[in-house]
């Protein structure tokens, strides 16, 4: 059976991290406005997609810590199911292995995916751009994965210039406890003038997180866990925290070196994992009309 027949998958959403954060302004409706490079990283959830034919849209056994009455897989198939105006509807079942609230994007990638797989499933052939203006709906974060590429991205997350970078090597961790962005957005201590940049001006140390000495007063576990990466030796790039946190990440020269680390870090009682960038999302070609 391919995919195109298909009446249950099982796909993946991986992680994202971002190579650099910075808030370049606020606009009048409260929203502010961002540049980062996002990458999106081998460390992935499973989605598993089953098509209702009653319009149903279920979350079935949701984790303990995520809310199936806002959880962003139902609101996504809520509204392609709207949009669409399709009487199918779906079983979602999440099996998580990016931590909640860790600025990785789990959450959203896992929405990109639930629209990503519908697209097929209830057989829309919606192209690309189509899904990423309604992924912008369900959330900020949301059109980066369904776009499928590395990128540059400016606004509030609408604005995506693909980027290509060299396949790297990254250590991974995460101190167990996060922060609310929301809380990290509105402190009034949050650099919001940052001057824009160059897409030309991307490599991979370039920058910094503009969130990160907000979050890591919040939340003194983040600056922790970023102290114990640093203290890990090795050939890492100085530690930084990907999103509004509270993970963070730093570069290796090779995959044997960020395993050890993430090993040293595990030990020591954080999660942390050895991880790599990838160049395409791996379901790049589910964004692809043509090819249902």
Not at 20 to 33: I, K, N, P, S
Not at 127 to 154: I, K, Y
């Amino acid at each position: 059976m391919t995919f195109a027949d298909a009446s249950t998958m099982s796909l993946p959403a991986p992680a994202k991290l971002n190579l650099f954060l910075h808030v370049t302004g606020r606009r009048a409706d409260g929203y502010h406005e961002l540049e980062s490079v996002f990458v999106p990283i081998d460390l992935a959830d499973r989605v598993e997609l089953t098509r209702r034919d009653d319009g149903l849209i279920r979350l079935l056994d949701p984790p303990a810590d995520l809310d199936p009455t806002t959880e962003l897989c139902c609101r996504a198939a809520r509204e392609l199911q709207r949009a669409s105006g399709t009487g199918n509807g779906v079983e979602i079942r999440l099996h998580k292995r990016i931590p909640v609230g860790s600025g990785l994007g789990g959450g959203s990638s896992d929405a990109a995916t639930t629209l990503l797989g519908l697209n097929r499933l209830w057989r829309l052939h919606w192209p690309r751009e189509r899904l990423q203006r309604l992924a912008l709906r369900v959330g900020a974060d949301v059109p980066f994965f369904v776009f499928g590429e590395a990128s540059f991205v400016r606004g509030i997350g609408e604005a995506l210039q693909a980027v290509t970078l060299p396949s790297t090597h990254f250590v991974l961790a995460f101190p167990g406890s996060g922060v609310a962005t929301a809380d990290v957005f509105r402190d009034p201590a949050l650099s919001r003038s940052t001057p824009g940049t160059a897409s030309g001006a991307l490599a991979m140390d370039h920058g910094r997180n503009d969130l990160q000495p907000v979050a890591e007063r919040l939340e003194p576990a983040i600056a922790a866990v970023r102290a114990a990466m640093a203290g890990c030796g090795g050939g890492l790039d100085p530690p930084r925290m990907t999103g509004s946190g509270a993970a963070v990440f730093a570069r290796a020269h090779h995959r044997r070196e960020a395993e050890r680390i993430a090993d040293q870090l595990r030990h020591d009682g954080w999660q942390a994992w050895a991880v790599r960038s990838l160049a395409r999302h791996p379901l790049r070609a589910f964004g692809d009309a043509a090819t249902i």
